[in-house]
């Protein structure tokens, strides 16, 4: 049965259950049951275990060291869900400690398959929220990369701190506003988008993008941020026709 097939006091003694597996595997070193939640094909039996190990990291100091060497024991594995679990993990760990996992990421990013990759980002997003200093800086000296598959990870890294901070990223975007990979240009098209649609952050972008040196990039935000508004008018700070007016008038 999955997880949420189950009732809502169903999963919570199933999320008892889990986190109760992970401490007992980690005081006796062995990892079956752990390992077990971590492989299983229901994306919350996996979303428990890591936001599991999350909570042990912070309730238990004596178990901080024990996770970390599970964590590094296991980045590797075979099976792509649990690396990928794994990373989820350190995003958890990351909002509150972003150096002693910063390796972990690091492979993670470079990861052979996208799910991994995938979760990087997602764990980055996360600790970025409550952790912007380290992780703006992960994204910073990673963003110039000979990798254009790491570079757009690090632009769609930023995008959650950007919706609710974008002068802290927007300096860090504009580095790739030349960028010759179609798919990291279309990552900061895209992020740039994400990013305008929150309150106090439509007019700031707008006004540091028409400055930027490629000036190809305005036409395409500008039809972006009118999609976004669209898509996103529950959630905007300004009605899609606001933003429809604002840039003919700029055209005009």
């Given at each position: 049965?999955?997880?949420?097939?189950?009732?809502?006091?169903?999963?919570?003694?199933?999320?008892?259950?889990?986190?109760?597996?992970?401490l007992?595997?980690?005081?006796?070193?062995?990892?079956?049951?752990t390992?077990?939640?971590?492989?299983?094909?229901?994306?919350?039996?996996?979303?428990?275990?890591?936001?599991?190990?999350?909570?042990?990291?912070?309730?238990?100091?004596?178990?901080?060291?024990?996770i970390?060497?599970?964590?590094n024991?296991?980045?590797?594995?075979?099976?792509?869900?649990?690396?990928?679990?794994?990373?989820?993990?350190?995003?958890?760990?990351?909002?509150?400690?972003?150096?002693?996992?910063?390796?972990?990421?690091?492979?993670?990013?470079?990861?052979?398959?996208?799910s991994?990759?995938?979760?990087?980002?997602?764990?980055?997003?996360?600790?970025g929220?409550?952790n912007?200093?380290?992780?703006?800086?992960?994204?910073?000296?990673n963003?110039?990369?000979?990798?254009?598959?790491?570079?757009?990870?690090?632009?769609?890294?930023?995008?959650?701190?950007?919706?609710?901070h974008?002068?802290?990223?927007?300096?860090?975007?504009?580095?790739?506003q030349?960028?010759?990979?179609?798919?990291?240009?279309?990552m900061?098209?895209?992020?740039?988008?994400?990013?305008?649609?929150?309150?106090?952050?439509?007019?700031?972008?707008?006004?540091?993008?028409?400055?930027?040196?490629?000036?190809?990039?305005y036409?395409?935000?500008?039809?972006?941020v009118?999609?976004?508004?669209?898509?996103?008018?529950?959630?905007?700070?300004?009605?899609?026709?606001?933003?429809?007016?604002?840039?003919?008038?700029?055209?005009?």
């Open positions: 049965m999955r997880f949420y097939d189950l009732s809502k006091e169903e999963r919570e003694l199933k999320y008892k259950e889990i986190q109760n597996d992970i007992n595997d980690l005081k006796n070193n062995k990892y079956n049951k390992l077990d939640y971590f492989n299983d094909d229901d994306t919350y039996i996996r979303k428990a275990g890591y936001i599991g190990v999350g909570k042990l990291y912070n309730q238990f100091s004596e178990l901080q060291k024990d970390i060497l599970f964590l024991r296991y980045i590797k594995d075979d099976r792509e869900k649990v690396r990928q679990t794994i990373i989820y993990c350190c995003g958890e760990i990351a909002v509150t400690n972003f150096e002693i996992i910063e390796n972990l990421i690091k492979v993670g990013i470079t990861d052979k398959h996208h991994v990759k995938n979760a990087s980002t997602g764990a980055l997003k996360k600790a929220e409550k912007p200093k380290e992780i703006i800086k992960f994204c910073s000296d963003i110039t990369s000979e990798n254009p598959e790491i570079r757009k990870l690090m632009c769609h890294s930023l995008e959650l701190r950007g919706r609710t974008p002068e802290e990223i927007i300096n860090i975007l504009k580095i790739l030349c960028d010759k990979d179609k798919k990291v240009f279309e900061l098209i895209h992020v740039l988008g994400q990013i305008s649609y929150k309150k106090g952050c439509f007019h700031f972008v707008e006004k540091e993008i028409r400055d930027w040196d490629n000036k190809d990039i036409p395409l935000y500008k039809d972006e009118i999609e976004v508004h669209g898509r996103y008018e529950k959630f905007s700070e300004f009605k899609q026709e606001y933003i429809i007016d604002f840039f003919f008038q700029k055209a005009n």
